[in-house]
């Protein structure tokens, strides 16, 4: 691995199969967020050979210590033991039968055990799915058809109807999302709302009294909400007859194997988990309180592939693992470990930037314009892959982080990707340093 600042990482093999998937991938894979432009193109890996704790190997030999996780699913480090070997165990038995297996009652007594709002269960594959689901569910035992959300949530005709008419998913995703392909008579039936303010989102009910069936949000992000905040909106939800519903499907699992509501104490009707829940095999659950889901048993919801028995094994083997080892206290450790490394490497540097947010779940933060921010964005990706490490502002622990070398490498890679940053920032030189692409604008929350 190449670390000298005037050097890159070897990417021709990469680079080769990148052209080859141009032709024939639109966009070149499936999840917007592992799109090469996503990253620093000719500096960040591209096609991995195989993956192992908290590290890749790519398809030209080179190994990186990755900070996404997968962009979240992977919780318990790459190809981990204990999840892969149930999973081993499975398929000798049979992936998917013409009947169900016990297991996926005994997950289901386990999502009961340990989520506050979870009385009855029903499974999915991915986070999206999940989240229409939910949606259906919650429309379905109301009667009503609009919904207000406060997030990202997926990649379903009911969300990104918010953009029919008018953007309004600027800020929970990204602007210039054109609804190519949503039915227009969708218009208006899902509506945005400000995440952290009760005013705006007691306005829109009043506005659609009667109308909205559900409350869709992201409890959080990398910060924990604010002391009242999702007490007011569960007093919101209650008052007008709303179903409330919290999308876990990227913040569960770290911070509390009860999810945030569990941390917070507010208990929604319905809450969607997915990614972390199994440790990078697809599988999504719907919990919520009975008088919710027992209805759902007289709904059309229903996929062969959600009664497979590897996505469960996967998923009780993931929770049970995680239980053992007191995940949360780990992430919790590891996260103020990081942070202090991060900040450290950041005064050392003389550069702008922090680690902010919940210790078990944070984000690296720049001071900086608006203007500068995705030219530092940029940098920063470019010169950490430049290093062997795979870590941008946002960030998903795994358990296998907690390795002294990979954090002393990330420490060494961060400390020279400051410096890079503070010397274009002193002499008003970013595009100078930024040999790569622009880093195309991520998901922008407003949820934090």
Known sequence: MMTDATTRVDLTRSLEIYERARKLIPGTTQLISRRPTRAALGFSPIYAQSASGCRITDVDGNEFIDWYSAVGPIILGYANEVVDEAVKAQIDRGSV???????????????VRIVPS???????????????????????????????????????????????????LAGHLFNGIDPVGVPRALEGTAVPFEYGDLQ??????????????AIIMEPMRTELPAAGYLEGVRALADRHGVVLIFDEVSCGWR??????????GVTPDLTVFAKAISNGYPMAAVVGRRHVMEP???????????????GIAAALATIKELERIDAP???????ATFRERVDGAAQAAGCPAQCVGAAAHPRIQFDVTAEQAPKVATLFVQENARHGVILAGGLFFNTAHDDVEALDRTEAAVRASF????????????????ECEMVEESFRRLVT
Do not use: P
Not at 128 to 157: N, Q
Not at 255 to 264: A, F, K, P, T
């Open 118 to 168: 979870a009385e009855m269960v029903r499974y999915a594959k991915g986070g999206g799915e999940a989240c229409t689901m939910a949606v259906r569910i919650a429309r379905g035992v109301t009667g009503r058809d609009k919904v207000l959300f406060s997030g990202y949530h997926g990649w379903h005709d009911w969300y990104l109807a918010a953009n029919l008419g008018a953007e309004r």
């Open 255 to 264: 911070i509390s194997l009860g999810g945030v509501q569990e941390v917070v």
């Open 419 to 434: 410096a890079v940053i503070a010397d274009g920032l002193q002499r008003d030189c970013l595009d100078d340093l930024i």
């Open 296 to 310: 759902v048993a007289n709904m059309f919801i229903s996929s062969a592939y959600w009664d497979d028995n590897i």
């Open 97 to 111: 039968y013409s009947i169900v297996h016990e297991s996926s009652v005994e997950l289901a007594e386990l999502l």
């Open 329 to 335: 206290a780990l992430f919790g450790r590891l996260g």
């Open 200 to 213: 705006h989102l007691e306005d829109l009910l009043q506005a659609n009294d009667g109308d909205v069936a």
